[in-house]
């Protein structure tokens, strides 16, 4: 006994030599060997990195007959010109992998803000179980918080999961067979039930003849978005192990929801399959917005079929327009983090729920009507139920009378406006100061053909008005954009 | 479960702790559950099919015995146990090639069929069938007591160390062993995790290093110039080796852990100056099954040399069609079957003779070791091809396109890893790891030791290479 003893303590000793020996020579080339997300982060991150985005081939494809290749990191970074902001995009990545990268960004690095990418098909069994992961997970077996030479023997012995791509499909099988559906009534047991459900019915061309395409299609939307999110999904628990990551270092986490093809989706599979985007949407919604320290930006009904590259897959691939869109509404989310650095870009319709009018206009008995925003109402969604509005005024004087207008038209002619008064919250002349509203969006809303959101000012004292912003939204989640962080680079006019 | 894999990490120590703790009347019962955790590990269900086999076999050695003096009902016993252990065979292994060649030869006669089948090969059955007709056929020669108690003989084929890529025991060897009490034994330990250290540095550090270029070039025949295909073949002979070499190694050290003995597989058969010479050296235990059970009854070198040649035609292409279901397998089974009676007619007609001086006789030898090295390493292609078209692509790049095509650039750490493993080889020609380091100071000893664990820690290859042989 006391050889083994011996023995075992020559054992603990050349292992401990043996760990220097490979922590100082070999573990960094190894890292950038088999675990390039770090070799990226350490590209990238610099000291002057405030922000970085984390994405997947969603930030990085572009169509092939495209001329411009930007990125959504990079739309979304013209807005801040004057900050750096890092992207670490890595294909098929998921939160797991998110986390991994954000866990070896330096203590010493600059980075405030960090933009994790959220993909609701990523939540799915279909990429869950994916091929893919074995590489993904492999990359990460270095990263592990344990002794270089410790995570150099879990990457030799492949702890990982090492399985072939009929063993990963057959676990993607076993939860489309396995994972029922927990809404009342709903019309699917299993995704594999309503799978078959669509395969039998499927879809027809013009001539009456089966459309094996447009069905196999229909198929693989089910196969991809038919499942629901709880608490015990992995990657729920890779975004929850994120963001308390980020509270831990300090940094501001802004989840990116990504545009799915929701339009493709409905017209393919229908209100079952929008019930579950819904279901799925708002649990994410629920978790992670209303989080003290996370942001998170809805995309997911944004961009529309014509701006999805793939038209016979499911991706988060967009043409430019619509990696704009998410650009667009990701930088409106980080002006409330950096107001000062926001670059105010030419009037931009946001997306169909958020609109922003950055114009700046002057107001008197002339010319009393700002930049109109016109809405019809079969573009405000069923469960959108408020609706925030904001915007910046200067008056000369307290003699100028603005009103903030809502004006309805409805489908036989009839009219309404509502106004709100606006003199109430601006308290200081020549400077710009707020204003800010939270409606309801009620039945007249609902039932009106168009809608115009507009201020007017009938007084004989000027007033000067920009940066109109009206955003709708389910009432439970908070505004996305406050009013009181609206600081522009003149706010202390007249100080 | 797979020998280099986190799994297997926690698995062997558990079970050889729970080895020593339990009364010897309880091991074999512990061994046996952990053997089928050990294969159920990657196909639960195919453990029916090793079952159905350990079944027949068992009371085939049963009946056998009892009506030993009874020949005609003893034979008709003994046909039936190896015909349904050759159905299996046949069904598992053989039924899509055959049924792919019948599709194709109607096809040729102008006839449409579809009888092409897609069974999955069960993990490792080549072996312990082999390993089960052992018991049976030497039980009915009588060289053989049959096993009453049904679990040792699951477990005699079912041990986990050797069940699925050998080495193919022989009931005289094991069977006696399982029943044995084992005392631990600071010893065993010592030469098991000697010989386990030894074999993941010869297969993760040595053979999955070489794989990577071999996969890479075969893969990409077309991308790579003569040289590259050329290379190519002389680091597959050593993938090859090292791979199975390794899985051998890490076996006996396993068992050895429990103090049990396997029969060895390898000795240095790279270093043979002949092909018998190499089938002596190179995977004994399916070699000695084939002469005992197959070259023997045959009629062995004992007749006439046509005879002996087609006895041994018959050995090789058996052996290759063992391994795989595939005409290169058969090919490559031929080709050596071939070269070594062209071998044995050279020497017939051209005797060595005894007054070569020493050094003559060393230049000799080195040349006959090269050029069986040679040969041995041109046969692995058909054996590593997946195809006859593929084997020859192979052929046609590796002689015809010195110009053309990229070079294979190779590390030069695999140059070392390659380097420090033949001269392993040529060090350890008759003896093994284990022993050859019992000679060594205690300094030496853990500095070769403490490289080794280096090396197989920091320096093995991260793509997941199955073992070779699972796939027979």
Known sequence: ?495 | MVFNSIAFLIFLPIVVLLFYLLPHKWRWLMLLAASCVFYMWFVPKYILILLVTIVIDYGAGVLMERYADRRKLKKTVFIISIVSTLTVLLVFKYLNFLTANLDQLCASLGMETHLLTHIILPIGLSFHTFQSMSYVIEVYRGHQKAERHFGYYALYVMFFPQLVTGPIERPGNLLHQLHEKKEFCYENISKGMRLILFGFFVKMVVADHLGEYVDEVYGHLDEYNSWSVLGCMFFYSFQIYCDFFGYSTIALGSAKLMGFDLMDNFRSPYLSKNIAEFWHRWHISLSTWFRDYVYIPLGGSRVKFGRWAFNILVVFVLSGIWHGAAWTFLLWGFAHGLLHIIEKALRNRFPSKESQSKWLKIGVDVLCVLKTFILVTLFWVVFRATDLEHLKAIFVTAFTNFGGGEQMSVKPGMWIYLGLFILSDIVLRNTRFDAWCEGKPMAVRWMIYAVLVFMVIACSSVKNFPFIYFQF
């Open chain 1, 1 to 495: 006994m006391k050889k083994l003893l011996i023995r075992i303590g020559i054992v603990l000793v050349m292992l401990l030599i043996l760990n220097w020996v490979y922590s100082k020579w070999f573990f960094e080339k190894d890292l950038r060997k088999h675990s390039d997300i770090v070799e990226l982060s350490w590209q990238v991150i610099d000291d002057s990195c405030r922000i970085i985005y984390l994405g997947e081939s969603s930030n990085n494809h572009y169509g092939d007959e495209e001329s411009n290749h930007r990125k959504i990191s990079d739309f979304t970074a013209d807005y801040f010109p004057t900050m750096k902001m890092g992207d670490l995009t890595k294909e098929a990545s998921h939160a797991q992998t998110y986390y991994y990268m954000l866990k070896h960004i330096p203590a010493t690095s600059a980075v405030e803000t960090v933009v994790v990418t959220m993909n609701l098909r990523s939540f799915g069994p279909l990429w869950i179980y994916s091929k893919l992961e074995t590489p993904l997970r492999k990359q990460l077996v270095l990263l592990e918080d344990y002794p270089p030479l410790v995570n150099r023997f879990l990457l030799a012995f492949k702890a990982y999961p090492v399985k072939t791509e009929e063993e990963w499909n057959e676990l993607v099988f076993e939860h489309w067979r396995n994972d029922t559906f927990s809404i009342p009534n709903f019309a699917w047991r299993t995704n594999v039930d309503w799978d078959y459900g669509m395969y039998s019915y499927g879809w027809y061309d013009a001539n009456g003849q089966r459309d094996w395409d447009l069905t196999a299609l229909a198929c693989h939307y089910i196969k991809t978005y038919a499942f629901e999110i709880n608490d015990d999904n992995p990657r729920v628990k890779d975004f929850d192990a994120i963001v308390d990551l980020c509270r831990e270092r300090g940094w501001k986490l802004v989840f990116n929801l990504m545009a799915e093809n929701v339009d493709k989706a409905n017209e393919l599979v229908g209100k079952d399959l929008m019930l579950l985007f819904k279901k799925n949407h708002d649990y994410l919604m629920q978790r992670y917005g209303s989080l003290e320290g996370v942001t998170v930006v809805d995309n997911l009904n944004l961009v529309r079929d014509v701006n999805f590259i793939d038209q016979d897959w499911t991706t988060e691939h967009y043409y430019e327009e619509g990696r704009r869109i998410v650009a667009d509404h990701l930088a409106l989310a980080l002006r409330e983090f950096y107001p000062d650095d926001y670059h105010n870009p030419d009037s931009l319709k946001l997306d169909v729920g958020h609109y922003f009018l950055g114009d700046l206009r002057t107001l008197d008995k002339q010319h009393p009507y700002s930049m109109t925003l016109m809405l019809t109402a079969d573009s405000i969604r069923p469960d959108w139920d408020m609706v925030n509005v904001a915007f910046e005024l200067k008056r000369q004087d307290d003699l100028c009378n603005p009103v903030f207008a809502v004006e309805k038209h409805g489908v036989q002619g009839e009219k309404s406006i509502d106004s709100y008064a606006v003199k109430e919250q601006i308290q200081k002349n020549d400077a710009w100061d707020f204003a800010t509203y939270a409606l309801p969006v009620d039945s007249v809303f609902r039932t009106a053909q168009i809608i115009k959101l507009y201020v007017h000012n009938f007084s004989d004292s000027p007033i000067q008005i920009r940066n109109l912003d009206v955003s709708f939204r389910p009432a439970y989640l908070k505004p996305r954009v406050k009013a009181q962080t609206y600081k522009s680079a003149d706010a202390n006019d007249g100080k």
